[in-house]
Each structure stands twice: as structure tokens, then as C-alpha cells.
């Protein structure tokens, strides 16, 4: 059978590669979990760089099964839009913005309203102050983790 394509990843895996964020992948699943083969965890590494290009250029990382076509909404503003009052956040406000931008990009897909989705785009700012908090408190326990994962902790 295909046991080696099986391994599901978790959550914040998900959002790292739908953000587009390979070395979060790679930190997050190092030392591999159990069941992830190195093919596997290459495919999911590659998916986040292919992520990361499509975000930069702009396009949103879509859905397979959602038609273009079906969506009778204006597209939104490129995620590179996002207003200055986001990025004053303390430098960080990338991650949250990226977040943001995927999830949009992923609500989309599901045919609201063009006034939902319009709302939506424009609360942006407030929806990356909203997870900002998870978000850093998820990156100071990946560092953590890291850091002890890594052997560089001078053993």
C-alpha cells in the first residue's frame, strides 16, 4: 500500500505551507514526526516554496477544485496591499499578513457574497492584530524548540 504517503500533517503545518513559510516547515517537523518519511517531508517543503512564489507574485494560493471561473466576485487586492498600519506592528506583522492572506485566499473558495468577501479584505489589519499574540507565541515555541532540537545549546 501507499503507508508512505500516509503521514497527515498537523495544523500549523498546514498553515506554514499554505503561508508559504518553508523553514517553518522544516523547524516544525524536525526531528521528523513518526511516519514521516524524508520524500514526504521534501514534497511538503517544496509545496510551501511553491506557496511562498505564488503569494510573493501576488495570487492567491488557491484551492485545487475551485474553478477560477466560478468565482463572479472581483478579484481582491494582490496580499502585497496590505495597509501600512498592519506592518507597525512590531516587524513581525509579515507572518500575520501571510496568514491572513491564505486564509482569504481559502474563504474565497468558498463563493460568500462579494460584500463578505469585500468586508473580509478590508478588516486585513485587524484580523492579523487578532491572531498576532498565537502567532508569536507560536514562534517563540518553535524557536525554543529549535534551538534544543539543533544541539545548539552547546552539548
Known sequence: SMSQDEY???PEVVAAIE?????QVKALLTPAPEGLSKSVLKKLVKQAEINKKKLDQGKAVVAPQAPAAAKPAPSPPPAAAT???AAA???SADDESSLVAALLAQIETLGLPADAMATL???RTALADAIAP???????????QGFNARGWNGK
Not at 503561508?19 to 523553514?23: T, V
Open 8 to 10: 497527515v500533517a498537523p
Open 19 to 23: 503561508a508559504g513559510d518553508a523553514e
Open 83 to 85: 495597509p501600512p498600519a
Open 89 to 91: 506592528g512590531g516587524g
Open 121 to 123: 479584505q478590508q478588516q
Open 134 to 144: 498565537h502567532v508569536n507565541a507560536m514562534r517563540n515555541r518553535h524557536y525554543v
